[in-house]
């Protein structure tokens, strides 16, 4: 007898997860999704101003943070506080990033704490019926690529891993979604979308899973002077991490690192 192995059918069941979720985002960057392909049909005023304009915003989130586990870990990072940052948008992406701050405590399971939020959101518009988009108004199924970046370290330590939450998320969804065009001078964008996808730590070689549900609105105004009009927006998004595959490993995994999370985020700023 050479040796035997032992192989973990939950584990082989993420490292398959991984794989299918990277093939599908290479076939979304390359088009070769459905979704990925915008309508064919001549695109109508609206559709062409959504496609030439750039947003930048101030943006203030309103975050709600919290273990989710049922360990004792010897640090909590639950954070409870708003955050400020910058939000950028231009057709099809978004992006935006947060930095907060909050006092804890005075014990070391709950110190001082600083956020660094950042997350990244591109997608196709599939209209899946072009005779029914009117001028106006057009709806669509958005196919969307998430990236999310979360880290939750103590305030007065030195850079470092130890003791910090980090934790990047890369997924998948599929939603709706509608453009509109109330006035002549506004356009309004709403769509809703679900995303499930793999979860690392930094520095930390298992591999975990999380789920959100992304909530957008946005209302483009102008211009109002020059090349320049305002752009005023909102976003939900509940997400839940699941990073040590606690919830498929049950007993074997720890789960320190599941957390799960919401937060508002209102930004207002200049379009061009």
């Not at 290479?26 to 101003?49: D, F, K, N, T």
């Not at 203030?60 to 954070?79: K, N, R």
């Not at 979360?150 to 709706?176: H, I, K």
């Not at 499930?196 to 975990?208: P, Q, V, Y």
Request: glycine share 12%.
């Amino acid at each position: 007898m050479i040796g035997s192995s032992h192989v973990d059918p939950a584990r082989t069941a993420l490292r398959c997860l991984r794989a299918v979720l990277l093939a599908l985002v290479l076939g979304l960057l390359l088009g070769l999704l459905p979704g990925a392909v915008a309508s064919r049909a001549q695109p109508s005023p609206m559709m062409e101003r959504l496609r030439q304009t750039q947003a930048l915003a101030f943006g203030l989130q309103f975050i709600d943070f919290a273990y989710d586990g049922a360990s004792e870990p010897d640090v909590l990072f639950d954070f409870r506080n708003p955050a400020f940052g910058l939000a950028y948008h231009r057709s099809n992406i978004a992006g935006t990033v947060a930095l907060g701050f909050q006092e804890g405590d005075g014990t070391a399971r709950r110190p001082d704490l600083r956020l660094f939020d950042a997350a990244l959101m591109t997608w196709g518009e599939w209209v899946p019926l072009d005779r029914l988009a009117r001028p106006r108004v057009q709806a669509f199924v958005p196919v969307v690529l998430h990236s999310t970046y979360r880290r939750v370290d103590e305030r007065n330590t030195e850079d470092g891993f130890e003791n910090t939450y980090a934790v990047t998320v890369l997924g998948l969804g599929a939603g709706a979604g509608l453009h509109a065009r109330p006035t002549r001078r506004a356009v309004l964008s709403v769509q809703a979308t679900p995303a499930f996808g793999m979860a690392t730590r930094a520095f930390d070689s298992g591999l975990g899973s999380s789920w959100l549900v992304n909530v957008e609105a946005g209302v483009l105004v102008g211009p109002v002077a020059g090349r320049f009009g305002l752009v005023l927006g909102y976003r939900y998004r509940r997400q839940v991490w699941n990073v040590g595959a606690s919830g498929l490993l049950e007993g074997v995994a720890d789960d320190l690192f599941d957390y799960r999370g919401r937060y508002h985020l209102v930004r207002l700023g200049l379009t061009w």
